[in-house]
């Protein structure tokens, strides 16, 4: 007769041994669903009330406003995706462990379908109100940068009848009054933000602007609302740190909070070469990220949004990589705050 035993192959390669078990938000990264820094995820706004979240992240997967290298609509994956460390990290930059000092989740993306703009700016009002109402800062990964339009409208709905201002690094202004006739284009966002009234002229301050866009009749129409900007030329000549010095004056200068724009272009492409328009001669990567904890340490951060990471263009995922690293160093900012005993949430009326 045979026998009759069941083979124990475990026991025989030595596998069946009490071996530690992590938890899924220790497992590296490419373990397991893919969330920012392995969050957990929360879509659901009253769990993310009833949690006190801090800080959620909201993916806008739409590209669908873009004039002219598409694939940004793959940018949230990527930014999520785009690390190699997990658990509560350690910033070395400002000494704290940002995940074990906040409740930071993933509260996923909004319900984007492919070829319908107006729908797709629409969810993503929708899901960034939804998760602003909660009391927590919505960090939005983009997608174009028409997302800012629905975006930063519904951190202003949120926060009326307080005041919020925009401090926006890119390489372009994105003031169009439209682009080939289209009123919601990547190019346009912030001359509807001032139009609709979700944010006053005189509290926008843009950072990083080079190129050969926009013409002078665009910017005769941001002079007239009472905008501030600095080229990159000023921050070539006057150096990063105090074209910096200046921004944070101007956006502590009326409104209440801040949203801070994000477009990786503001990058120069040498370093973030994956995204939709790409302007020879921008910021380096360690300027943007210093300068961001350095406004969301100064301000009353309202909301935030990485724009325009286009995977497809992206080598080497370094352009992703740069934009994971600008939402740690907002959310380092933030914790730090916490930390000294500052406000972070915002708790509505």
């Known amino acids: 007769m045979a026998n009759q035993t069941r083979p124990d192959y475990a026991r025989a390669a030595g596998w069946d041994r009490d071996w530690e078990v992590f938890s899924d938000y220790e497992l590296p990264t490419y373990v397991g669903p893919t969330t920012f820094s392995n969050l957990p995820w929360v879509t659901d706004p009253a769990e993310i009330a009833r949690r006190g979240v801090d800080v959620a992240i909201v993916g806008a997967p739409f590209d669908d406003a873009t004039s002219h290298r598409p694939g940004a609509r793959f940018g949230p994956r990527a930014i999520r995706e785009a690390q ?28 984007v379908v ?39 409208s519904a951190v202003a709905e949120v926060r009326h009848p307080g005041t919020i201002g925009i401090v926006h690094f890119d390489a372009h202004a994105d003031t169009a009054p439209d682009i ?11 001359r509807r933000l001032v139009e609709s009234g979700a944010v006053a002229g005189r509290n926008f301050v843009q950072v ?7 013409p002078p009749d665009v910017f005769d129409w941001m002079r007239g609302q009472g905008m501030r900007w600095h080229l990159m030329r000023e ?18 200068d009326g ?23 790409p302007e020879p001669g921008g910021m380096l990567t360690r300027e943007v ?6 406004i969301v340490g100064a301000v009353d951060l309202a909301g935030m949004d990485v724009v325009e990471v286009s995977p497809p263009y992206d080598h080497a995922e370094v352009t992703a990589g740069a934009a994971n690293r600008c939402v740690l160093e907002a959310i380092s900012a933030l914790a730090v705050k916490r ?5 972070v949430r915002h708790e509505p009326a």
């Open 208 to 214: 990083g602007l080079r190129g050969y866009w926009p």
């Open 235 to 252: 921050i070539e000549e006057r150096g990063a740190e105090a074209v910096i010095d200046d921004a944070i004056a101007e956006a502590l």
């Open 289 to 294: 990220l210093r300068a961001i904890r350095r």
């Open 255 to 277: 409104p209440d909070s801040v949203y801070l724009s994000i477009d990786i272009d503001v990058i120069d492409p040498g370093m973030a070469p994956g995204t939709g328009t």
């Open 180 to 190: 080939f006739g289209v009123l919601g284009s990547h190019g346009t966002p912030m």
């Open 84 to 111: 190699s460390a997990s658990g509560a990290l350690n910033s070395l930059q400002l000494g704290v462990e940002p995940l074990g000092v906040l409740t930071v989740v993933d509260a996923g993306d909004a319900n």
């Open 114 to 152: 492919p070829s319908w703009m107006e729908r797709g700016h629409a969810l993503i009002h929708r899901k960034v109100r939804e998760v602003a109402a909660t009391g927590a800062i919505p960090i939005v990964l983009g997608g174009d940068h028409s997302i800012t339009w629905p975006s930063a």
């Open 339 to 343: 930390a000294a005993g500052g406000r």
